[in-house]
């Protein structure tokens, strides 16, 4: 069988990316991507008019889109758009050259 150490670290780092979104963009999302709700039926569901669930949906998903640019390692940028501190490398691969046993 193939491994599937990929695949969970992958459903890991999606699964940290929705639960990092504000309650209620996250809400709107599961209701519409997973659940499979309409927008109307989401927007009922919430007790919210349809334009102000399609405006979560779209920054759910920027977001969501932000974090996979962002290479999914959580990091953002302030108001003034500067990088936090500390950004590094996602992984460290043991056995590769930055493995100092290796």
Same mark, same amino acid.
């Given at each position: 069988?193939? +491994?599937?150490?990929?695949?969970?670290? @992958? /459903?890991?780092?999606? *699964?940290? &990316?929705?639960? $990092?979104?504000?309650?209620?963009?996250?809400?709107?999302?599961?209701?519409?991507?997973?659940?499979?709700?309409?927008?109307?039926?989401?927007?009922?569901?919430?007790?919210? +008019?349809?334009?102000?669930?399609?405006? @979560? /949906?779209?920054?759910? *998903?920027? &977001?969501?889109? $932000?974090?996979?640019?962002?290479?999914?390692?959580?990091?953002?940028?302030?108001?003034?758009?500067?990088?936090p501190?500390?950004?590094?490398?996602?992984?460290?691969?043991?056995?590769g050259?930055?493995?100092?046993?290796?």
């Amino acid at each position: 069988a193939p +491994p599937q150490q990929e695949e969970r670290v @992958r /459903l890991a780092e999606i *699964r940290d &990316a929705f639960f $990092a979104l504000p309650e209620d963009q996250r809400a709107a999302l599961h209701l519409v991507t997973i659940e499979g709700l309409s927008y109307q039926e989401a927007a009922d569901t919430l007790g919210i +008019p349809v334009g102000t669930l399609m405006s @979560r /949906l779209g920054r759910a *998903r920027a &977001a969501l889109r $932000a974090y996979e640019h962002e290479g999914g390692d959580g990091a953002r940028s302030d108001r003034a758009g500067r990088p936090p501190p500390e950004s590094g490398p996602r992984f460290r691969l043991v056995g590769g050259s930055d493995d100092p046993a290796g």
